[in-house]
């Protein structure tokens, strides 16, 4: 379980692709990883397999590459981390699973002296369970839903705190990231789909 609230950003310093197997190695300023810790990476929960001195290795299983963007990243690419939430942490952000739903694709970027706004054109089944005000998980960024402009298209407003800390301050038109949406939107419209389905019962 994680908040949003990135913590790090980190560098890839290693790709290596085995048949079916993703292992990325990752420069990141933190020193007391363990194996077998759980790590957001860019909003995707992954697992601490290796640890060397100021990076760590994770893998990408290809369920997990179907529905995000890791198998794109390169040598240098930046990524968002946030270590697993401890029990007594601050929740500054929002519920956040780690299981990313899709890819949205950036289609306009407005830059304004106190913001950002990026407008994002998410998979169907995201934009129908987002809010206005709502919180939706970008890159891993616990964000909240600056405007819904047209259907099926989310909009953010990314303060400059935020643009500094994060990977968002450097999004582009065409570019694709990670949304994971809210968990209690997604329950509650799986719900209401399951009692809308007739029993087959009896």
């Not at 995707?44 to 590459?65: D, K, P």
């Not at 007594?88 to 949205?104: E, K, L, T, Y």
């Not at 065409?174 to 509650?188: A, I, P, S, T």
């Amino acid at each position: 379980m994680f908040t949003g609230i990135v913590t790090a950003q980190g560098s890839v310093a290693g790709v290596a692709v085995e048949g079916d197997r993703l292992k990325l190695t990752i420069d990141a300023p933190y020193e007391d990883l363990v194996l077998g810790e759980s790590i957001a990476v860019n909003g995707a929960c992954l697992t601490v397999m290796e640890l060397g001195a100021g990076n760590f290795s994770v893998e990408a299983v290809v369920t997990t590459r179907e529905r995000t963007t890791l198998g794109a990243l390169k040598i240098g690419s930046r990524v968002n981390l946030e270590r697993a939430v401890a029990v007594g942490d601050r929740m500054g952000g929002h519920f956040v699973q780690g299981h990313v739903d899709g890819v949205a694709e950036v289609i306009r970027v407005t830059r304004r002296e106190d913001a950002v706004l990026i407008d994002l054109r998410p998979p169907a089944d995201i934009a129908s369970v987002t809010v206005l005000h709502g919180s939706i998980a970008i890159d891993g960024v616990s964000m909240t839903v600056n405007a819904l402009p047209e259907p099926g298209v989310i909009q953010m407003s990314v303060v400059p705190f935020t643009c500094e800390h994060t990977t968002l301050g450097s999004l582009e038109i065409g570019d694709r990231v990670h949304v994971e949406g809210d968990m209690l939107g997604k329950f509650v419209k799986q719900l209401l789909e399951a009692r809308a389905t007739p029993s087959t019962d009896g």
